[in-house]
């Protein structure tokens, strides 16, 4: 019964951590924050996380861990490589808008924003490879298979990928956002990179 408790406060402490990194940043999200969101004593943060950076980190591996989860499972839908990039552009933006996600902490936790040093950087460049692959296989399966036109998989899957992260950032961020960006982005990538129709 102990285990369980333990394990069910370190789970509210991530779920806190997530949510309070996703909307304040690094900087602005504290340890006595996180312990009063998440209903735990104090001590317990630096018990389970030791720092806060590692806390910041295991809270962005943890979105992106399930992130890459969700990818895959829907991915095993796909009948062709251009179903395939749809449904990854489709699942990415459905997981990004979702609350309960907590997708925001991957906007600050990406190797690319709030993470300090190399190590944590390295760890999540690392991670991040591995949504960049699942794109990339779709676009060979898609090349393979004629659904896709001819293309260098890796630099399109680059491209793509810039898309995704700037329609999300676009759309969760900015108030320029219409109704329709990410649908209309979708429909934009397909568009772009569907083999021609005999």
Known sequence: MCAKTASSRKESLLAAAKALFGVHGYA??????IAQEAGVALGLL?????TKERLFLA???DVLHDLIR??????????????AVRIFAETYFAFATDPKRHFLILIRCSP???????AEREIMERDFAKLYLL???????GMADGSIKPADP??????????LVGGVRHHLLTP?????????LVAFIINGIAAPTP
């Not at 690319?112 to 190399?118: N, P, Q, T, V």
């Not at 794109?135 to 399966?141: H, I, N, Q, R």
């Not at 320029?176 to 209309?184: I, V």
């Open 112 to 118: 690319f924003s709030d993470l300090k040093g190399m």
């Open 46 to 50: 630096t018990h389970y996380f030791g």
């Open 59 to 61: 809270a962005g591996l």
């Open 28 to 33: 602005e999200t504290t340890f006595k924050k």
């Open 176 to 184: 320029y956002a219409t109704p329709t960006l990410l649908h209309d």
């Open 135 to 141: 794109l990339e296989e779709a676009l060979a399966k």
């Open 70 to 83: 969700t990818e895959e499972a829907a991915l095993a839908q796909a009948t062709t490589g251009l179903e």
């Open 154 to 163: 890796h630099r399109t899957s680059r491209v793509i990928f810039c898309n």
